[in-house]
């Protein structure tokens, strides 16, 4: 799924790595019992508009009538056919957080802390009457620093693990560095110090960088946006210290590597010792820094972009003291503005939302509570999902799909004509020993080392974020948990972790329009069958395939499969550099290979999958579709989606995946695409059988 943008309340951005799905929806009354829509077969007649030839444009023969008659709710940047999963989701979290209240459990239980969160949040008038107290100890300690060691010092105690480079792939974080803690590139038992570049709030360099009209509207719109924010902090001389802090956040993102670059992994296999900072990247005091973070007895760290680090380390030397000020205090007030008087939090929405997303009105705050409770106390709360809303039958289901579709999967490795035995025997014990997770973890997250306190949202929030940088500190050189699960079992989504070989497919996505147990064979391996092959995929796209069945670094690659594998990546790169989302914007092909890997291998795999589950059997028509048929449309029903024009751009931008208009597309590269639809050379979609990209 897509990423969710600046979440407010992490002070990174959730992200997903199957695909997306849009954040949130119109106002409901929480109170309200939770009840499930009827659902009906996954296959949705009434989404298709059957005056296009499916080979013409398969995306809007599958889902043209669905983008006709739908409009995105005024709080959402964007919708899709899983919004009444969402909104379902929401009312029975909010459920189980009313439940918890009621229990009226003692301090430190877990059923309190869960609803002590959410009651700091919902308490706007205490939020109001406690205006700036809570954030002005802290931009008074900015106010204080008097030379660079005591800059230092602040940089290294902003660092947060608020970064995650293959797992949730989040390469954004505001503060100068982000770290992210996960086993080794080159110890794998263990767990091991990321440090990434940071220190920008927009979403990425090439809103900094890049010359476009609608970007420099952007940029001038942030700038007055930073002067709004610190004028409400009482700050005199505001457009001043704006332009500062944009001119700084400018030669940030001018040292920043993009996001295409971030994906390659032998670029990111950079250990640095303690010592080495000082030597590869002068400038900052980094004894000092790393005092600041807590990290001095770390003695080293895989730095993934080292150019930025020299960069950004030699910006805190020759950038004057006063601009790192303002940019230390506007940053603060940013990264806090939900816990702050109204008047914060409109201006963090009317810019972050309304300007960089397109979306005109804000969520409800008891949804955005939700959030809160979910990103914080999100196994907590999850726990209970769980055991409430995932019968053992689906999990039982879905993991006879996983094994079909692994099964489907090993049939084609081995079938592969180009691949050399040797590879074909490595490729092999990864799936042998891949961990599927289906549903929820094998254990919870402990946050007992996480105080809340009912009337202290600031508090709540700036400690959340510490506990969270405490634990991952503490299991620095720990031995790893590969079954560790990295989303909460509420979450609609799935995710592949490649340090772990390991994948979760948590139960929220497990549900319709995804996976419905009454919808066909067809209907179910086309949607969440699609999205458990894209998982599985990932252990074979052009990152996943850098690391081997135990999740370390090495290449297993005979070097005639490794060339055969690049070139026909190169080829479907190449495709999806074609396709213009803006007269302006194209895809980016590079960027988003990993995922558009994954999605053909899912696919393909999937397809296979189905028609093993028939088992001989011939496949039953419905409505006057076959089950290919069935199959196909299920999978771009799956990608309808509507997305505002400044979303999209920016996910077009920001985001490793492809947008889901395109996505549907991949089944241009599958044979049996063209026979299912009789679709014929002179239709826009074709691809003769040699231009057709095949991978697994
Ligand atoms: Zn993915």
């Known amino acids: ?216 509207d952007i940029r001038s719109k942030y700038q007055a946006h930073i002067a709004m924010m610190m004028k409400f902090a009482g700050f005199n001389d505001t457009e001043t210290r704006a332009a500062r802090v944009v001119a700084l956040e400018h030669a940030i993102a001018e040292k920043h590597i993009s996001l295409a ?78 816990a702050l008087p109204k008047a914060f939090s409109d201006e963090h929405f009317a810019f972050f939302g309304k300007i960089l997303s397109g979306t005109p009105e804000e969520r409800a705050r008891w949804k955005r509570g939700v959030d809160l409770v979910s990103a914080f106390l999100g196994d907590d709360v999850g726990q209970l999902y769980a055991k409430r809303y995932f019968p053992p039958e689906s999990k039982a289901e879905v993991e006879a799909m996983v094994t079909n579709i692994k099964a489907a999967f090993r049939r084609r490795i081995d079938g592969l004509s180009w691949m050399n035995p040797a590879t074909k025997a490595e490729a092999q014990a990864k799936l042998d020993t891949l961990y599927v997770g289906v549903g929820y973890g094998e254990s919870w997250h402990d946050y007992s080392n996480y105080e809340v306190n009912a009337d202290d949202l600031f508090g709540n929030l700036w400690r959340a974020r510490l506990s969270e940088y405490h634990r991952q500190v503490a299991r620095l050189g720990t031995s790893i948990d590969r079954k560790e699960w990295s989303m909460t079992p509420q979450t609609i989504n799935a995710v592949n972790l490649p340090l772990q070989n390991a994948l979760n497919f948590p139960a929220g996505i497990l549900q319709p329009p995804f996976f419905d147990p009454q919808a066909p064979a067809a209907a179910n391996y086309g949607s969440i069958g699609a999205v458990i092959g894209h998982e599985i995929s990932h ?37 999806y550099d074609k396709y213009k989302p803006f007269p302006d914007l194209a895809l980016n092909g590079k960027q988003t290979l990993g995922e558009n890997i994954a999605d ?60 889901g208009r395109y996505r549907a597309l991949e089944v241009r590269n599958v044979d049996a695409w063209y026979a299912s639809f009789e679709v014929q050379a002179g239709e826009k979609l074709y691809l003769a059988p040699t231009d057709r990209v095949r991978i697994w």
């Not at 690391?547 to 005979?558: I, L």
């Not at 397809?607 to 093993?612: E, F, I, P, T």
């Not at 028509?621 to 069935?630: H, K, M, T, V, Y």
């Open 261 to 338: 670059e971030n994906d390659d992994i032998q670029k990111a296999n950079n250990t640095w010792t303690q010592d080495d900072f000082a030597v590869k990247a002068p400038g900052l005091d980094w004894a000092e820094y790393f005092r600041g973070a807590g990290l001095t007895k770390q003695k080293s760290f895989i730095v993934w972009q080292p150019t930025a680090f020299t960069g950004e380390s030699g910006l805190v030397a020759s950038t004057s003291l006063e601009t790192w000020k303002d940019w230390l205090a506007y940053h603060l007030i940013e990264s806090h503005a939900i």
């Open 539 to 575: 252990t074979f796209d052009n990152l996943g395939s850098s690391f081997d069945s135990k999740g370390r670094v090495r290449n297993w690659w005979t070097p005639e499969d490794l060339a055969h594998f690049e070139a026909a990546t190169a080829r479907l790169a190449a495709q």
């Open 1 to 216: 799924m897509r990423k969710t943008r600046n979440h407010p309340f992490l002070a990174h951005a959730l992200a997903c790595v199957v695909m997306l799905f849009p954040l949130s929806t119109a106002a409901q009354d929480p109170t309200r019992p939770a009840s499930l829509q009827p659902q009906g077969p996954a296959v949705n007649l009434s989404y298709m508009d059957r005056t296009v030839r499916a080979g013409d444009d398969f995306y809007q023969y599958a889902d043209g009538d669905w983008i006709r008659r739908t409009e995105i709710p005024a709080d959402r940047e964007a919708t899709s056919p899983a919004l009444p999963l969402a909104d379902e989701t929401d009312k029975r979290v909010a459920g189980l957080i009313a439940e918890a209240a009621k229990r009226g459990a003692p301090a430190g239980d877990k059923s309190r802390k869960i609803a002590d969160l959410y009651h700091s949040f919902m308490d706007e008038a205490s939020i109001e009457a406690k205006g700036l107290k809570p954030l002005q100890p802290h931009l008074d300690a900015v106010a204080a620093i008097h030379n660079e060691r005591e800059l230092a010092r602040a940089l290294g105690e902003t660092l947060r693990a608020d970064v995650d480079a293959l797992n949730n792939t989040n390469f954004h974080t505001p503060n100068l560095f982000g770290l992210w803690v996960a086993p080794g590139f080159n110890e794998v038992e263990h767990y091991t110090a990321y440090l990434m570049q940071g220190g920008l709030q927009l979403p990425d360099r090439e809103y900094y960088l890049s010359d476009s009209v609608a970007m420099r």
């Open 600 to 659: 053909l291998g899912g696919l393909a795999a999937a397809y296979d999958a189905y028609h093993a589950s028939l088992a001989g059997q011939a496949a039953s028509a419905r409505e006057g579709l076959s089950g290919d048929q069935q199959f196909f449309l299920a999978f771009a029903q799956n990608w309808a989606e509507k997305d505002r024009d400044a979303a999209l751009r920016e996910q077009v931008l920001t985001d490793g995946h492809s947008p």
